[in-house]
């Protein structure tokens, strides 16, 4: 009777002196996973060549089971067919060689031979045959006509398939000769291989060259809605030749790109429009509030009032800054240096020496981006530096597709652990860069927004001269 099994929770496994049965070793677990990775990384990423893997793949086993069953049992077939009638040739004039007693027989053999069986025969004095020559890489020839010389001839035997491409020698020892035999290769194999070969090679190209024309044209369409999200998640507008193209699923998603694309300018036009009205209303109230401050004269409530307003009005700036985002506004070829340098000169108001470090190569570089917003970013991170530093470098960096834009301060810097929280709206931190500064938590947001605009990121890290870094990447 079996035993029930029994189940002990909350202890630590027993270790067992002999593997489980159906376990898999835990060496074949690691090799199929360094296999499985390396494999990963020889694979090709983009769609077009692994699709052209799809099809050539199927295409090269097809042929490979197609050569080898042709290999198998057309060729060899064939070859050992005639292997065997040279075989039977020669084992007939061997026993003619061996009956026929009149004084010329040796010309009538080599007649024979020569007219009737299409080989060349000579009759040689008797001796010793010739040391085994080494055997082909292709050995086919070889094997089946040794198989059926032996078969048939029953006498020792050296063969050449070596020597001479075209020709085939075969020596029989006999007790008072030695006869050499010297027949063509096609006698003896099939040797039609080059029309099997070029009938694999011309439909492969034909094959291929179909694949990737008609994979190319499908491509495509699927390259530039991938190019038209790009760039507009960049923000620089999807190009005006895009239109839905290919195979009714691209098609389907090109359409509903281009209708998500209308639905999120709608509603930023909306948003605009609407944060436009509201920003007009309230800067009116507060202009009205300045007015009549100014006929209650000079006290210190009125002063104190007039601070409140200030305030206000600047917190309405941040937050409506935050709110309006880039404004829809469309990205132009800028030079990035003269924009850094504008930033530069407007932020000596501050007092604090800011330095501008871009290369001499850099200087006339480029950039597609939304000129005023990416300012307002730069400016952000600046005023963030000087607010807290009295040192500030700026340096910019190109590399392999992006631009960099590094903003360093000597100031006391922020924690790691809350470098990526600081870039959530109205976000404050307890240490020394935020305490009683007035400032409302969304600069670093506001910066953040543009920059992800641009599809670019924003990361803080540490500063070579003591303080924090704020590194932009845009892609250009």
């Known amino acids: 009777m079996r035993k029930p099994r029994m189940f002990i929770r909350d202890t630590e496994p027993t270790p067992s002196l002999s593997p489980s049965v ?18 990963a990384d020889i694979m090709p990423k983009g769609l077009y060549a692994r699709a052209l893997i799809i099809i050539i793949a199927p295409i090269v086993v097809l042929e490979g089971v197609i050569a080898f069953v042709f290999m198998e049992r057309h060729w060899q077939w064939v070859t050992r067919r005639l292997s065997e009638a040279t075989a039977r040739d020669i ?3 061997i026993q003619v060689y061996e009956y026929d007693t009149s004084k010329n027989k040796h010309d009538r053999l080599i007649k024979l031979a020569r007219d009737k069986l299409d080989l060349s025969m000579q009759i040689l004095p008797p001796g010793n045959l010739p040391p085994p020559r080494p055997k082909p890489f292709f050995s086919i020839l070889d094997q089946a006509l040794s198989r059926e010389i032996s078969n048939h001839v029953k006498r020792p035997f050296w063969i050449d398939t070596v020597g001479d491409s075209r020709l085939v020698e075969i020596r029989v020892k006999h007790a008072d000769a030695m006869l ?11 040797s039609n291989s080059h029309i099997f070969l070029l009938w694999m090679v011309g439909t492969s190209i034909i094959l291929l060259t ?14 530039r809605l991938a190019e038209a999200a790009s760039e507009f998640g960049k923000g620089r507008g999807v190009p005006e030749d895009f239109k839905p193209r290919g195979a009714r699923e691209v098609r389907d998603a090109a359409e509903a790109f281009l209708e998500m694309r209308e639905r999120i300018t709608t509603h930023v036009d909306q948003r605009t429009a609407m944060l436009a009205g509201v920003s007009h ?28 307003i200030n305030e206000m009005q600047h917190m309405l700036e941040d937050y409506m800054a935050f709110a309006r985002g880039d404004e829809g506004e469309e990205s132009t070829p800028t030079n990035l240096h003269d924009l850094l340098s504008e930033v530069s000169d407007e932020a000596q108001v501050y007092g604090v020496p800011i330095e501008l470090k871009v290369r001499s190569s850099q200087k006339g570089l480029k950039v597609p981006i939304k000129r005023n917003a990416f300012k307002r970013a730069i400016t952000n991170l600046v005023s963030n530096a000087v607010r807290y530093g009295d040192r500030i470098i700026i340096r910019v960096a190109r590399e392999q597709g992006w631009v960099r834009v590094e903003v360093d301060d000597n100031g006391p810097g922020i924690p790691e652990r809350e470098r990526t929280a600081v870039f959530r709206p109205f976000y404050r931190l307890d240490q020394a860069r935020t305490q009683g500064d007035g400032s409302t938590g969304l600069g670093l947001a506001i910066a953040h927004d543009i920059v992800r605009s641009h599809g670019g990121n924003i990361k803080l890290g540490e500063s070579t001269i003591g303080g924090l870094r704020a590194v932009i990447s845009i892609p250009i």
Do not use: C, H, M
């Open 180 to 190: 050499r035999f010297i027949a063509t290769r096609s006698q003896t194999y099939a």
């Open 91 to 93: 084992a007939s004039l």
């Open 281 to 308: 209303d309230l800067r009116t109230i507060l202009t009205r509030f300045k007015l009549e401050l100014a006929f209650l004269g000079e006290s210190d409530e009125v002063d104190s009032l007039k601070s409140d």
């Open 210 to 223: 179909v694949a990737i024309l008609f994979l190319r044209n499908q491509i495509r369409p699927i390259l």
């Open 22 to 39: 159906g376990a898999v070793p835990s060496w074949l677990g690691d090799i199929w996973s360094s296999l499985a990775s390396l494999l």
